[in-house]
């Protein structure tokens, strides 16, 4: 049976790590070709605050970020659903942005929920339902044209083209 739940910070390095190798190939081009896995796992588990989604005690779906205080932007630093799981995960970022641009009729009552926790984790307020994100910033491999199109769709635009990724970012 499958028991899917959401938890932020609670993985550990080890299935931070495990995550990683099972979703690897997943990422183009893989992404141990320009990730030391390891480390990458260890920095994660010591610095992101993470967004994890469970099927029972196996990390399946992750979102790791960090908030830039002071120029007031989320950074997503990862953003990983194992194939088997795949279809909810951009909901959950769309819900996310929708609950930091304080438009809580257009969310459940989970959605909300969640985004209450996240701006707990990220130890940030939330005052007269809105956050003090002003814009949500990611990087992707240029290899991966799928996930730049779906960023793209979900309001993000790209501000820097580089040799190897592509800069986006969504106005809050």
Do not use: C
Not at 29 to 42: E, G
Not at 122 to 148: A, F, Y
């Amino acid at each position: 049976m499958i028991s899917l739940t959401y938890t932020f910070n609670k993985s550990t390095e080890q299935q931070i790590k495990e995550h990683l190798w099972r979703v690897d190939k997943d990422f183009k081009p893989a992404l141990h070709t320009y990730v030391d896995i390891d480390s990458y796992s260890k920095k994660l588990a010591n610095s992101a605050v993470r967004l994890e989604y469970f099927n029972e005690n196996q990390l399946i779906g992750l979102m790791a970020s960090y908030f830039n205080l002071d120029n007031k932007f989320l950074f997503i630093t990862n953003f990983s659903i194992e194939k088997e799981y795949r279809g909810q995960g951009m909901n959950i970022i769309v819900g996310l942005i929708k609950f930091l641009e304080g438009k809580y009729s257009e969310i459940s009552t989970e959605t909300l929920n969640m985004g209450l926790d996240f701006a707990k984790a990220l130890h940030i307020k939330v005052e007269s339902n809105k956050t003090p994100i002003k814009s949500i910033h990611t990087e992707v491999r240029n290899d991966n044209q799928i996930l730049i199109y779906v960023y793209k769709k979900i309001g993000f635009y790209i501000k820097n083209i580089g040799e190897t990724s592509t800069y986006l970012i969504r106005e809050i």
